[in-house]
Protein backbone atom coordinates (compact mmCIF):
# COMPACT_ATOMS: atom_id res chain seq x y z
CA UNK A 1 0.00 0.00 0.00
CA UNK A 2 2.98 2.33 -0.08
CA UNK A 3 3.13 5.21 -2.80
CA UNK A 4 5.81 3.73 -4.67
CA UNK A 5 3.94 0.44 -4.40
CA UNK A 6 1.14 2.00 -5.93
CA UNK A 7 2.77 3.85 -8.59
CA UNK A 8 4.52 0.30 -9.83
CA UNK A 9 0.78 -0.85 -10.04
CA UNK A 10 -0.01 1.84 -12.31
CA UNK A 11 2.64 1.42 -14.31
CA UNK A 12 1.52 -2.35 -15.19
CA UNK A 13 3.61 -3.73 -12.45
CA UNK A 14 3.41 -5.25 -8.87
CA UNK A 15 6.38 -5.39 -6.14
CA UNK A 16 8.79 -8.09 -7.06
CA UNK A 17 7.71 -10.77 -3.99
CA UNK A 18 9.72 -13.50 -2.96
CA UNK A 19 7.93 -16.58 -4.03
CA UNK A 20 6.50 -14.90 -7.22
CA UNK A 21 6.70 -17.58 -9.99
CA UNK A 22 8.55 -15.33 -12.02
CA UNK A 23 11.36 -15.14 -10.01
CA UNK A 24 14.01 -17.36 -8.45
CA UNK A 25 14.73 -17.53 -4.64
CA UNK A 26 17.98 -16.11 -5.59
CA UNK A 27 16.50 -12.83 -7.41
CA UNK A 28 18.18 -14.07 -10.92
CA UNK A 29 15.64 -14.76 -13.34
CA UNK A 30 16.41 -17.98 -14.96
CA UNK A 31 15.94 -17.26 -18.67
CA UNK A 32 15.29 -20.36 -20.06
CA UNK A 33 12.76 -21.64 -17.44
CA UNK A 34 10.85 -18.03 -17.98
CA UNK A 35 10.93 -18.77 -21.85
CA UNK A 36 9.76 -22.24 -21.74
CA UNK A 37 7.13 -20.85 -19.71
CA UNK A 38 6.05 -18.20 -21.76
CA UNK A 39 6.10 -20.66 -24.61
CA UNK A 40 4.10 -23.28 -22.51
CA UNK A 41 1.54 -20.42 -22.08
CA UNK A 42 1.44 -19.19 -25.54
CA UNK A 43 0.70 -23.07 -26.50
CA UNK A 44 -2.05 -23.35 -24.14
CA UNK A 45 -3.83 -20.39 -25.05
CA UNK A 46 -4.04 -22.20 -28.40
CA UNK A 47 -4.93 -25.06 -27.39
CA UNK A 48 -7.91 -23.60 -25.57
CA UNK A 49 -9.39 -22.71 -28.99
CA UNK A 50 -8.12 -25.07 -31.68
CA UNK A 51 -11.23 -24.60 -34.02
CA UNK A 52 -10.46 -20.63 -34.05
CA UNK A 53 -6.74 -21.15 -34.60
CA UNK A 54 -6.72 -23.64 -37.61
CA UNK A 55 -9.55 -20.94 -39.28
CA UNK A 56 -7.06 -18.14 -38.21
CA UNK A 57 -4.25 -19.92 -39.99
CA UNK A 58 -6.00 -21.22 -42.59
CA UNK A 59 -4.89 -17.81 -44.66
CA UNK A 60 -1.31 -18.65 -44.25
CA UNK A 61 -2.40 -21.88 -45.47
CA UNK A 62 -3.64 -21.35 -48.56
CA UNK A 63 -1.27 -18.50 -49.74
CA UNK A 64 1.81 -20.65 -48.68
CA UNK A 65 0.50 -23.43 -50.57
CA UNK A 66 -0.02 -21.26 -53.64
CA UNK A 67 3.14 -19.90 -53.54
CA UNK A 68 4.78 -23.71 -53.65
CA UNK A 69 2.33 -24.78 -56.14
CA UNK A 70 3.07 -22.00 -58.65
CA UNK A 71 7.14 -22.00 -58.43
CA UNK A 72 6.94 -25.50 -59.04
CA UNK A 73 4.83 -25.18 -62.03
CA UNK A 74 6.91 -22.26 -63.28
CA UNK A 75 9.87 -24.02 -62.24
CA UNK A 76 9.07 -27.16 -63.98
CA UNK A 77 7.50 -24.81 -67.44
CA UNK A 78 11.38 -23.21 -67.21
CA UNK A 79 12.61 -26.92 -67.50
CA UNK A 80 10.21 -28.21 -69.92
CA UNK A 81 11.36 -25.43 -72.44
CA UNK A 82 15.21 -26.07 -71.85
CA UNK A 83 14.41 -29.51 -72.65
CA UNK A 84 12.88 -28.40 -75.68
CA UNK A 85 15.32 -26.49 -76.96
CA UNK A 86 17.95 -28.72 -75.94
CA UNK A 87 16.70 -31.29 -78.19
CA UNK A 88 16.76 -29.34 -80.91
CA UNK A 89 21.09 -29.28 -80.49
CA UNK A 90 23.38 -28.04 -78.26
CA UNK A 91 23.94 -24.50 -79.48
CA UNK A 92 22.94 -25.16 -82.88
CA UNK A 93 22.77 -23.06 -85.28
CA UNK A 94 21.03 -23.42 -88.94
CA UNK A 95 22.16 -21.62 -92.20
CA UNK A 96 19.56 -21.49 -95.31
CA UNK A 97 19.24 -19.48 -98.31
CA UNK A 98 17.29 -16.27 -97.80
CA UNK A 99 14.35 -15.40 -100.27
CA UNK A 100 14.26 -13.54 -103.17
CA UNK A 101 12.18 -11.00 -104.68
CA UNK A 102 11.17 -10.54 -108.77
CA UNK A 103 8.53 -7.67 -109.63
CA UNK A 104 7.53 -6.90 -105.71
CA UNK A 105 6.86 -11.07 -105.03
CA UNK A 106 8.46 -12.65 -102.34
CA UNK A 107 9.73 -16.61 -103.20
CA UNK A 108 10.37 -17.47 -99.41
CA UNK A 109 12.84 -19.03 -98.05
CA UNK A 110 15.34 -21.33 -100.41
CA UNK A 111 13.79 -19.50 -103.11
CA UNK A 112 17.02 -19.35 -104.68
CA UNK A 113 19.86 -21.68 -104.91
CA UNK A 114 22.59 -20.27 -102.81
CA UNK A 115 24.14 -22.90 -100.79
CA UNK A 116 26.43 -25.80 -101.52
CA UNK A 117 28.68 -28.66 -100.78
CA UNK A 118 31.52 -26.28 -100.84
CA UNK A 119 30.21 -23.74 -99.28
CA UNK A 120 29.70 -26.35 -96.41
CA UNK A 121 32.99 -27.56 -96.65
CA UNK A 122 34.53 -24.14 -96.42
CA UNK A 123 32.48 -23.58 -93.22
CA UNK A 124 33.80 -26.57 -92.07
CA UNK A 125 37.25 -25.60 -93.07
CA UNK A 126 37.81 -21.94 -92.14
CA UNK A 127 35.70 -21.72 -89.07
CA UNK A 128 37.32 -22.30 -86.02
CA UNK A 129 33.98 -21.88 -83.83
CA UNK A 130 32.24 -24.34 -84.98
CA UNK A 131 32.44 -28.68 -83.85
CA UNK A 132 30.09 -30.09 -86.74
CA UNK A 133 28.95 -29.27 -89.80
CA UNK A 134 25.98 -31.23 -91.74
CA UNK A 135 24.65 -30.51 -94.72
CA UNK A 136 21.18 -31.57 -95.79
CA UNK A 137 18.47 -31.14 -98.62
CA UNK A 138 14.67 -31.69 -97.62
CA UNK A 139 12.12 -34.32 -99.60
CA UNK A 140 8.44 -34.99 -99.05
CA UNK A 141 7.14 -38.28 -99.90
CA UNK A 142 5.05 -41.14 -98.29
CA UNK A 143 7.47 -44.68 -96.92
CA UNK A 144 5.75 -47.71 -97.78
CA UNK A 145 6.39 -50.79 -96.47
CA UNK A 146 3.98 -54.17 -96.98
CA UNK A 147 0.20 -52.94 -97.07
CA UNK A 148 0.68 -49.61 -94.97
CA UNK A 149 1.37 -46.22 -96.02
CA UNK A 150 3.23 -43.37 -93.91
CA UNK A 151 3.62 -39.48 -95.09
CA UNK A 152 5.92 -38.53 -92.96
CA UNK A 153 6.40 -35.60 -91.61
CA UNK A 154 10.09 -34.57 -92.71
CA UNK A 155 12.52 -36.69 -94.54
CA UNK A 156 15.99 -35.30 -94.57
CA UNK A 157 19.19 -35.86 -96.08
CA UNK A 158 22.23 -35.16 -94.78
CA UNK A 159 25.87 -36.79 -93.61
CA UNK A 160 26.25 -38.40 -90.07
CA UNK A 161 27.51 -34.83 -88.23
CA UNK A 162 23.75 -34.09 -88.35
CA UNK A 163 23.18 -36.36 -85.18
CA UNK A 164 25.86 -34.62 -83.36
CA UNK A 165 24.85 -31.37 -84.24
CA UNK A 166 20.99 -32.17 -83.36
CA UNK A 167 22.30 -34.12 -80.09
CA UNK A 168 20.21 -37.13 -81.21
CA UNK A 169 21.40 -40.96 -80.54
CA UNK A 170 20.22 -44.08 -82.38
CA UNK A 171 18.24 -46.39 -80.02
CA UNK A 172 18.12 -49.29 -82.01
CA UNK A 173 20.81 -50.43 -84.84
CA UNK A 174 23.33 -48.22 -86.29
CA UNK A 175 23.46 -45.00 -88.17
CA UNK A 176 24.80 -44.85 -91.44
CA UNK A 177 28.58 -43.54 -92.37
CA UNK A 178 30.15 -40.86 -94.66
CA UNK A 179 30.98 -44.53 -96.93
CA UNK A 180 26.82 -44.32 -97.03
CA UNK A 181 27.04 -40.97 -97.83
CA UNK A 182 30.22 -41.09 -101.19
CA UNK A 183 28.32 -44.23 -102.69
CA UNK A 184 24.75 -42.69 -102.33
CA UNK A 185 23.75 -46.20 -100.44
CA UNK A 186 20.18 -47.10 -100.34
CA UNK A 187 19.84 -46.79 -96.20
CA UNK A 188 17.72 -45.13 -93.72
CA UNK A 189 17.17 -43.92 -90.29
CA UNK A 190 13.59 -43.79 -89.07
CA UNK A 191 11.90 -41.92 -86.23
CA UNK A 192 10.02 -43.53 -83.67
CA UNK A 193 6.73 -42.19 -84.81
CA UNK A 194 7.17 -43.68 -88.38
CA UNK A 195 9.04 -47.12 -86.89
CA UNK A 196 5.45 -47.38 -85.17
CA UNK A 197 3.17 -46.76 -87.90
CA UNK A 198 4.79 -48.74 -90.62
CA UNK A 199 6.00 -51.72 -88.50
CA UNK A 200 3.82 -51.53 -85.04
CA UNK A 201 5.55 -53.20 -82.28
CA UNK A 202 7.87 -55.58 -84.57
CA UNK A 203 11.37 -54.32 -85.13
CA UNK A 204 12.24 -52.76 -88.53
CA UNK A 205 15.94 -53.57 -88.28
CA UNK A 206 17.21 -54.31 -92.06
CA UNK A 207 13.59 -54.20 -93.63
CA UNK A 208 13.17 -52.25 -97.01
CA UNK A 209 10.61 -49.70 -97.14
CA UNK A 210 9.85 -47.50 -100.13
CA UNK A 211 10.53 -43.88 -100.56
CA UNK A 212 8.50 -42.70 -103.67
CA UNK A 213 9.66 -45.53 -105.72
CA UNK A 214 13.12 -45.99 -104.64
CA UNK A 215 13.79 -48.83 -101.76
CA UNK A 216 15.66 -47.92 -98.60
CA UNK A 217 17.14 -50.64 -95.92
CA UNK A 218 15.99 -49.72 -91.98
CA UNK A 219 19.60 -49.94 -90.57
CA UNK A 220 18.42 -47.37 -87.32
CA UNK A 221 15.54 -46.61 -85.10
CA UNK A 222 16.46 -42.90 -84.13
CA UNK A 223 15.58 -42.16 -79.85
CA UNK A 224 12.41 -40.48 -78.99
CA UNK A 225 13.06 -36.72 -79.07
CA UNK A 226 8.81 -35.88 -78.62
CA UNK A 227 7.37 -32.69 -79.81
CA UNK A 228 9.43 -29.38 -80.49
CA UNK A 229 8.96 -26.00 -79.05
CA UNK A 230 5.97 -25.44 -81.67
CA UNK A 231 4.69 -28.36 -81.17
CA UNK A 232 5.87 -30.84 -84.12
CA UNK A 233 6.35 -33.94 -83.55
CA UNK A 234 10.19 -34.74 -83.94
CA UNK A 235 10.04 -38.43 -84.44
CA UNK A 236 7.76 -38.28 -87.49
CA UNK A 237 11.21 -38.69 -89.27
CA UNK A 238 13.15 -40.19 -91.72
CA UNK A 239 16.95 -39.99 -92.03
CA UNK A 240 19.33 -40.81 -95.11
CA UNK A 241 22.15 -40.07 -96.60
CA UNK A 242 22.16 -36.83 -98.87
CA UNK A 243 23.25 -38.02 -101.88
CA UNK A 244 20.86 -40.36 -101.42
CA UNK A 245 18.04 -38.22 -101.25
CA UNK A 246 19.48 -35.72 -103.50
CA UNK A 247 20.14 -37.66 -106.54
CA UNK A 248 18.11 -41.20 -106.14
CA UNK A 249 15.10 -40.10 -104.62
CA UNK A 250 14.28 -36.84 -105.74
CA UNK A 251 15.78 -37.58 -109.09
CA UNK A 252 18.45 -34.55 -109.14
CA UNK A 253 21.32 -35.03 -111.62
CA UNK A 254 24.96 -33.44 -110.48
CA UNK A 255 26.17 -30.58 -112.36
CA UNK A 256 28.99 -28.10 -112.14
CA UNK A 257 26.48 -25.13 -112.66
CA UNK A 258 26.62 -22.32 -110.36
CA UNK A 259 24.51 -19.56 -109.21
CA UNK A 260 25.75 -16.71 -111.00
CA UNK A 261 25.68 -18.89 -114.26
CA UNK A 262 22.76 -20.44 -113.75
CA UNK A 263 20.92 -17.32 -113.42
CA UNK A 264 22.59 -16.57 -116.99
CA UNK A 265 21.09 -19.02 -118.48
CA UNK A 266 24.02 -22.20 -118.37
CA UNK A 267 22.91 -25.79 -118.56
CA UNK A 268 19.90 -25.62 -116.52
CA UNK A 269 18.54 -22.25 -117.14
CA UNK A 270 15.24 -21.59 -119.45
CA UNK A 271 17.20 -21.44 -122.88
CA UNK A 272 17.60 -25.12 -122.55
CA UNK A 273 14.11 -26.29 -121.08
CA UNK A 274 14.11 -28.54 -124.04
CA UNK A 275 17.40 -29.93 -124.89
CA UNK A 276 18.63 -30.86 -128.33
CA UNK A 277 15.86 -27.78 -129.38
CA UNK A 278 17.08 -26.07 -132.33
CA UNK A 279 16.33 -22.96 -132.50
CA UNK A 280 16.10 -22.36 -128.53
CA UNK A 281 12.06 -22.30 -127.14
CA UNK A 282 12.82 -18.32 -126.03
CA UNK A 283 15.75 -15.97 -127.08
CA UNK A 284 18.43 -15.23 -125.02
CA UNK A 285 17.98 -12.41 -122.75
CA UNK A 286 20.16 -9.46 -122.67
CA UNK A 287 22.57 -8.44 -119.92
CA UNK A 288 20.17 -5.86 -118.58
CA UNK A 289 17.37 -8.40 -118.46
CA UNK A 290 19.03 -11.34 -117.21
CA UNK A 291 20.65 -8.91 -113.92
CA UNK A 292 16.78 -7.32 -113.14
CA UNK A 293 14.71 -10.73 -113.42
CA UNK A 294 16.99 -13.23 -112.06
CA UNK A 295 16.01 -16.87 -112.96
CA UNK A 296 14.35 -19.01 -110.05
CA UNK A 297 16.65 -22.44 -110.69
CA UNK A 298 17.53 -25.85 -109.40
CA UNK A 299 20.78 -27.43 -109.11
CA UNK A 300 22.85 -29.56 -107.11
CA UNK A 301 22.11 -26.69 -104.33
CA UNK A 302 21.59 -27.36 -100.42
CA UNK A 303 18.45 -26.56 -98.23
CA UNK A 304 20.28 -26.00 -95.13
CA UNK A 305 23.13 -26.37 -93.72
CA UNK A 306 23.27 -27.21 -89.70
CA UNK A 307 26.53 -26.33 -87.86
CA UNK A 308 26.95 -27.06 -83.72
CA UNK A 309 29.34 -23.90 -82.10
CA UNK A 310 29.62 -26.47 -78.70
CA UNK A 311 28.37 -24.06 -76.15
CA UNK A 312 25.79 -20.87 -76.55
CA UNK A 313 28.93 -18.46 -76.02
CA UNK A 314 30.51 -19.85 -79.03
CA UNK A 315 27.74 -18.65 -80.96
CA UNK A 316 28.16 -14.80 -81.62
CA UNK A 317 31.57 -15.85 -82.64
CA UNK A 318 30.90 -19.01 -85.24
CA UNK A 319 28.03 -16.73 -86.68
CA UNK A 320 30.76 -13.46 -87.52
CA UNK A 321 32.60 -16.45 -89.03
CA UNK A 322 29.96 -18.14 -91.21
CA UNK A 323 28.57 -14.61 -92.50
CA UNK A 324 32.31 -13.64 -93.23
CA UNK A 325 33.44 -16.96 -94.82
CA UNK A 326 29.91 -17.20 -97.14
CA UNK A 327 29.72 -13.38 -97.81
CA UNK A 328 33.27 -14.01 -99.45
CA UNK A 329 32.76 -17.30 -101.33
CA UNK A 330 29.81 -15.96 -102.75
CA UNK A 331 31.47 -12.49 -104.08
CA UNK A 332 28.63 -10.05 -102.30
CA UNK A 333 29.43 -6.10 -101.62
CA UNK A 334 29.64 -4.92 -98.78
CA UNK A 335 26.31 -2.72 -99.23
CA UNK A 336 25.10 -6.11 -100.78
CA UNK A 337 22.33 -8.17 -98.82
CA UNK A 338 23.09 -11.67 -97.16
CA UNK A 339 21.92 -14.50 -100.08
CA UNK A 340 21.43 -16.64 -96.76
CA UNK A 341 19.95 -16.44 -93.00
CA UNK A 342 21.56 -17.70 -90.08
CA UNK A 343 19.32 -18.62 -87.75
CA UNK A 344 20.15 -19.89 -83.72
CA UNK A 345 17.72 -21.25 -80.98
CA UNK A 346 19.15 -18.83 -78.28
CA UNK A 347 16.82 -15.99 -78.76
CA UNK A 348 14.04 -18.55 -78.83
CA UNK A 349 15.08 -20.33 -75.41
CA UNK A 350 15.22 -16.50 -74.36
CA UNK A 351 11.95 -15.33 -75.13
CA UNK A 352 10.39 -18.57 -74.10
CA UNK A 353 11.98 -18.70 -70.89
CA UNK A 354 11.44 -14.81 -70.27
CA UNK A 355 7.36 -15.73 -71.13
CA UNK A 356 7.57 -18.44 -68.64
CA UNK A 357 9.80 -16.22 -65.68
CA UNK A 358 7.04 -13.63 -66.34
CA UNK A 359 3.78 -15.89 -65.86
CA UNK A 360 5.18 -17.24 -62.48
CA UNK A 361 6.17 -13.84 -61.36
CA UNK A 362 2.37 -12.67 -62.04
CA UNK A 363 0.70 -15.96 -60.06
CA UNK A 364 3.87 -15.46 -57.51
CA UNK A 365 2.47 -12.04 -56.78
CA UNK A 366 -1.39 -13.29 -56.71
CA UNK A 367 -0.25 -15.88 -54.15
CA UNK A 368 2.04 -13.33 -51.86
CA UNK A 369 -1.70 -11.21 -51.74
CA UNK A 370 -3.21 -14.12 -50.05
CA UNK A 371 -0.57 -14.42 -47.84
CA UNK A 372 -0.78 -10.40 -46.88
CA UNK A 373 -4.73 -11.36 -46.41
CA UNK A 374 -3.63 -14.42 -44.29
CA UNK A 375 -1.04 -12.10 -41.93
CA UNK A 376 -4.04 -9.50 -42.08
CA UNK A 377 -6.98 -12.11 -40.97
CA UNK A 378 -4.08 -13.18 -38.28
CA UNK A 379 -3.92 -9.29 -36.64
CA UNK A 380 -7.42 -9.39 -36.63
CA UNK A 381 -8.14 -12.60 -34.57
CA UNK A 382 -5.06 -12.18 -32.41
CA UNK A 383 -6.85 -8.58 -31.60
CA UNK A 384 -9.74 -9.91 -30.53
CA UNK A 385 -7.85 -12.73 -28.63
CA UNK A 386 -6.60 -10.05 -26.53
CA UNK A 387 -9.88 -8.50 -25.86
CA UNK A 388 -11.62 -11.71 -24.84
CA UNK A 389 -8.37 -12.02 -22.84
CA UNK A 390 -8.01 -8.70 -21.30
CA UNK A 391 -9.30 -10.08 -17.08
CA UNK A 392 -6.57 -12.59 -18.10
CA UNK A 393 -3.98 -10.50 -18.66
CA UNK A 394 -4.51 -8.26 -15.86
CA UNK A 395 -4.38 -11.09 -13.41
CA UNK A 396 -0.86 -12.15 -14.85
CA UNK A 397 0.25 -8.68 -14.32
CA UNK A 398 -0.89 -8.18 -10.66
CA UNK A 399 0.83 -11.77 -10.04
CA UNK A 400 4.25 -9.52 -11.24
CA UNK A 401 4.53 -10.51 -15.15
CA UNK A 402 5.93 -7.61 -17.26
CA UNK A 403 5.02 -5.78 -19.88
CA UNK A 404 7.70 -8.03 -22.36
CA UNK A 405 6.21 -10.89 -21.05
CA UNK A 406 2.89 -10.40 -22.33
CA UNK A 407 4.83 -9.33 -25.53
CA UNK A 408 6.36 -12.01 -26.22
CA UNK A 409 3.61 -14.60 -25.12
CA UNK A 410 1.51 -12.81 -28.04
CA UNK A 411 4.37 -13.05 -30.45
CA UNK A 412 4.80 -16.55 -29.84
CA UNK A 413 1.17 -17.27 -30.49
CA UNK A 414 1.14 -15.49 -33.69
CA UNK A 415 4.55 -17.07 -34.88
CA UNK A 416 3.04 -20.54 -34.11
CA UNK A 417 -0.38 -19.76 -35.33
CA UNK A 418 2.15 -19.06 -39.22
CA UNK A 419 4.15 -21.48 -38.94
CA UNK A 420 1.70 -24.61 -38.44
CA UNK A 421 -0.07 -22.93 -41.55
CA UNK A 422 3.42 -22.70 -43.53
CA UNK A 423 4.20 -25.98 -43.16
CA UNK A 424 0.70 -27.60 -43.53
CA UNK A 425 0.76 -25.13 -46.98
CA UNK A 426 4.25 -26.43 -48.43
CA UNK A 427 2.87 -29.67 -47.54
CA UNK A 428 -0.59 -28.99 -49.27
CA UNK A 429 1.51 -27.66 -52.16
CA UNK A 430 3.44 -30.24 -52.89
CA UNK A 431 0.42 -32.44 -52.97
CA UNK A 432 -1.07 -30.24 -55.56
CA UNK A 433 2.14 -30.12 -57.45
CA UNK A 434 1.86 -33.59 -57.61
CA UNK A 435 -1.54 -34.36 -58.27
CA UNK A 436 -1.26 -31.69 -61.08
CA UNK A 437 1.84 -34.22 -62.73
CA UNK A 438 -0.12 -36.92 -62.37
CA UNK A 439 -3.88 -36.11 -63.51
CA UNK A 440 -2.59 -33.31 -66.05
CA UNK A 441 1.03 -34.27 -67.08
CA UNK A 442 2.26 -30.77 -66.66
CA UNK A 443 6.03 -30.77 -65.39
CA UNK A 444 7.04 -29.85 -62.14
CA UNK A 445 9.47 -29.19 -60.18
CA UNK A 446 10.52 -29.61 -56.65
CA UNK A 447 11.71 -25.83 -55.62
CA UNK A 448 13.89 -26.01 -52.41
CA UNK A 449 14.35 -22.28 -52.29
CA UNK A 450 10.50 -21.86 -52.48
CA UNK A 451 10.30 -24.13 -49.50
CA UNK A 452 12.80 -22.24 -47.35
CA UNK A 453 11.32 -19.22 -48.54
CA UNK A 454 7.87 -19.96 -47.37
CA UNK A 455 8.86 -20.79 -43.66
CA UNK A 456 10.55 -17.50 -43.34
CA UNK A 457 8.21 -15.78 -44.66
CA UNK A 458 5.68 -17.56 -42.20
CA UNK A 459 7.85 -16.40 -39.33
CA UNK A 460 8.06 -13.07 -40.81
CA UNK A 461 4.01 -12.91 -41.19
CA UNK A 462 3.81 -13.71 -37.64
CA UNK A 463 5.92 -11.35 -36.38
CA UNK A 464 4.95 -7.73 -38.13
CA UNK A 465 1.13 -9.12 -38.08
CA UNK A 466 1.20 -10.25 -34.63
CA UNK A 467 3.32 -7.52 -33.13
CA UNK A 468 0.60 -4.93 -32.82
CA UNK A 469 -2.22 -7.02 -30.83
CA UNK A 470 0.91 -7.95 -28.81
CA UNK A 471 2.40 -4.39 -28.34
CA UNK A 472 -1.31 -3.45 -27.15
CA UNK A 473 -1.57 -6.54 -24.67
CA UNK A 474 1.10 -5.22 -22.80
CA UNK A 475 0.37 -2.03 -22.67
CA UNK A 476 -2.95 -2.75 -20.83
CA UNK A 477 -3.19 -1.28 -17.20
CA UNK A 478 -3.60 -4.09 -14.77
CA UNK A 479 -6.15 -2.46 -12.78
CA UNK A 480 -8.71 -1.61 -15.39
CA UNK A 481 -7.56 -5.03 -16.65
CA UNK A 482 -8.76 -6.91 -13.84
CA UNK A 483 -11.59 -4.59 -13.67
CA UNK A 484 -13.08 -5.69 -16.93
CA UNK A 485 -15.77 -8.15 -17.29
Given at each position: ??????????R????N????P????????????????????????????????V??????????????????L?A??????Q???????A??I?I?P??????G?????G??????????D???????????V?P?????????Y?????R??????T???Y??V??????Q?D?????????????C?????V????F????????????????????G??????S?????????F?????????F????????????????A????????T??????????????S??T??????R?????D?W????S?A???Q????????????????????????I????E?A??FA??????????L???L??????G?????I?????TE???E??????V??????I???F??????L??A??I?????G?G????????LHW????S??????S?A?????G?V?????????????P???????
Open positions: GSPSQGARIAGRLPLPHTEIQPHGKPDRIKHAARTVSMAMHALRRNVMRSLTCLGIVIGIAAVIAMMEGGSSRSIQAIASLGAMQDASISMGVSSGSGRATLTMEDAAIRNDCGALQRASVDCWGHAIGNKNWVGRILGTPDLARNWKVAGPFTEGDVRSAAAVLLGQTAEKLGTASPLGKEIRLRGVGLKVVVLAAKGDVMGRDQDDLLAPLTTIKRVTGDRYTETSPASASGGATGRNNYPGQTPPLYPPQVAKQDTPQLVFSDLNIVSAGPNIPAIREVTAVLRDRHHLQPDSPDDFRRDHTIQTSTSQVMTNLLVVAISLAVGVGIMNMLVSVRTRIGLRMAGARARDLRQLIEAVVCLGGTGILLRASMTITAWPTVLVPAIVAVVSCTVLFGFYPAWKASRLDITALRTE
